[in-house]
């Protein structure tokens, strides 16, 4: 199982970006697919998921209304749209698969690396 996470980089604040994470091995019917960061010096932290069948999504309060998680199940891909950054998104971001059932992430991507500046 690999989850291939891309597309990190150095925005200035009130930018965009957007993460991917590229699913292989398994189905994950029975996941929630999602995303967590953390910013040095601090706990990891959830940001947001989606499931693969429905796409009921969940947010953290933190970035409700400027994050947006997203699927491609053709591609087997989820996504995240990040807009109006802020030097607080500033974190390592990891992606992650989460048993529904037992809401244990069962599988982490690589970090790729989000840096706003002021």
């Known amino acids: 199982v690999q989850l291939q996470a891309s597309g990190g980089g150095l925005v200035q604040a009130g930018g965009s970006l957007r993460l991917s994470c590229a699913a292989s091995g398994r189905t994950f019917s029975n996941y929630f697919m999602g995303w967590f960061r953390q910013a040095p010096g601090k706990e990891r932290e959830f940001v947001a998921d989606?499931?693969?069948?429905?796409?009921?999504?969940t947010y953290a309060d933190s970035v409700k209304g400027r994050f947006t998680i997203s699927r491609d199940n053709a591609k087997n891909t989820f996504y995240l749209q990040m807009n109006s950054l802020k030097p607080e998104d500033t974190a390592v971001y990891y992606c992650a698969a989460k048993r529904i059932l037992t809401g244990r992430v069962d599988y982490w991507g690589q970090g790729t690396l989000v840096t706003v500046s002021s």
């Open positions: 989606i499931t693969w069948s429905g796409g009921s999504t």
